[in-house]
């Protein structure tokens, strides 16, 4: 049963502190995404990655947030340093590429529900 | 800029049909996307639409309109499972194939 996991499910620190968020996407999917959804804002779309390459980011607060694809099996989401603002539950989520713009449905994972004190 | 709307919340019986409405408005429509989440748990994959039409999928069914920016999912014979949050998603071919997400619908279904 492929799916897509995430590490840790929970996470609590205290602001300052860094913050990685790990994801393993499914098996053959060469797109890769990165949501943060909180109570106020709904789900937003933070960074994706086509072939492990950045696709877009811009709804990723540059200054303290970086995504990357060291290989095609782990996503990383990094948050140096945290603030209390990030606390939301973040998600990441996979799907098979078509062309430059398509890919069919996207597959979430857990999510890590993290909480910043 | 792109918008997307559909109602905060909605409640319907067990055994009846409920419609939820998504409008939109975006520069590079690529696609639209249906995904339902229970509470505590991630989005899942409910249908997809990019040509005008109904598309069926057992109890739910998706319908779009491109050129009302118009979209709605259909359900039937409620369950009470169906309580969850409904999430309209389009892609926007201008922003490399963004899927840019409203913000839900809450739908309660009582006994």
């Known amino acids: 049963d492929a799916r897509v996991t995430q590490t840790p499910r929970h996470k609590v620190t205290e602001m300052g502190q860094e913050v990685t968020m790990r994801c393993q996407p499914i098996?053959?999917?060469?797109?890769v995404f990165w949501y943060r959804q909180t109570m106020m804002q709904g789900l937003e779309l933070l960074a994706y990655?086509?072939?492990?390459?950045?696709?877009?980011d811009s709804g990723m607060p540059k200054d303290r947030f970086s995504a990357e694809m060291p290989d095609a099996t782990l996503a990383t989401l990094k948050i140096q340093p945290s603030e209390p603002r990030d606390s939301a539950v973040y998600f990441c989520?996979?799907?098979?590429?078509?062309?430059?713009?398509?890919?069919?449905?996207?597959?979430f994972g857990p999510g890590t529900r993290l909480t910043v004190l | 800029g792109q918008n997307i709307d559909q109602p905060t919340e909605m409640t319907a019986t067990e055994g009846a049909i409920v419609q939820i409405n998504c409008t939109y408005q975006t520069s590079g429509f690529n696609g639209l996307f249906w995904y339902q989440q229970h509470a505590g748990e991630a989005p899942t994959f409910l249908s997809y639409n990019v040509l005008d039409g109904l598309e069926e999928k057992g109890r739910f069914s998706s319908f779009l309109s491109r050129s009302k920016g118009y979209s709605y999912l259909l359900l039937k014979e409620l369950q009470m499972k169906d309580s969850a949050s409904y999430l309209c998603?389009?892609?926007?071919?201008?922003?490399?194939?963004?899927?840019?997400f409203g913000q839900g619908t809450e739908l309660s279904v009582k006994p």
């Open positions: 998603a389009v892609r926007d071919g201008n922003q490399g194939g963004k899927l840019i």
């Open positions: 989520a996979s799907a098979v590429g078509l062309g430059s713009v398509h890919y069919n449905e996207q597959f």
């Open positions: 990655f086509r072939n492990r390459a950045p696709l877009d």
């Open positions: 098996l053959g999917h060469n797109t």
